[in-house]
């Protein structure tokens, strides 16, 4: 019935990544290494590793007519991801100036260039493709209105997995379709404000309480916490020496939306995507981190 596991509609970058000592601070120039050039972007980084897993992925997306483009579209292709819903033009591609530091914790800031132009026009002018796709995966590092057309256009039975990164206050549509919203402890602080908590099981009873059918609160090395209308669960972590978490989150979101899509629970899902997110952070960069499925096994 569908021809994909997984259609991601998101963000396609070019990542300029560098490594420093530490982050300089206010009016402070730091040296750092050589620039590394990288194909990323969210949606990019997302539809490249569920591909490496094997799931049957597509990309709906947009990126510009430039060699960043041409980078981003080899290495979808090269991964096995159906590029016919990436778009070509309208702005230059977007480009993400990473840092990273000694311990692999990285910061990150995000021109959206064509990302930016990715419409609620061209959602629905691909409808076919939203149709086709077992699950539709998100981010927020395009327009809100185009997730939230996405939201519209999705056709019953197709479930619905967002991460609101970067975050903003989301639309009670939107939060509705979510299964699950995939957040951190920064995404969920600033979806619910003042009435946050300071505990992830706060975070997660609260942000159900917003409307989506499942929440899943990333901990980085103290795992995940999976809630839903059932309760709630913590998937702990798998201990590994972290070398670059660059697209870490990504490679989890992108695990755990492919085997949701497989009939998984969430708990047996959020387990396997902390696996193929522990490979990931041990190799540098974020496309080319992301394991193969008997990469994941043998961990």
Known sequence: MYEYDLLVVGSANADLVIGVE???????????????LHPGGKGANQAVAAARLGARTALLARVGDDAHGTLLLDSQRAAGVDTAGVLVGGAPTGVALITVDP????????????????????VRAAA????SARVVSAQLEIPLE??????RTLPAGTRFVLNPSPPRPLPPAVLAACDPLIVNEHEARVLLGADAGDTPGRWAEALLALGPRSVVVTLGGEGALVADSAGAVLVPAVRVDAVDTTGAGDSF?????WRLGAGERLADAAAYAARVGAVAVTREGAQASFPTAEEVAAL
């Open 22 to 36: 530490r982050r300089p601070g206010a009016g402070e120039t730091v040296l750092g290494t050589d620039l590394a």
């Open 103 to 122: 311990s692999g914790d990285n910061s990150i800031v995000v021109s959206p260039g064509a990302n930016g132009r990715l419409t609620p026009d061209d």
């Open 128 to 131: 076919p493709l939203l149709g």
């Open 146 to 151: 185009t997730v939230e057309e996405v939201v």
């Open 253 to 257: 979101t992108a695990a755990l939306a």
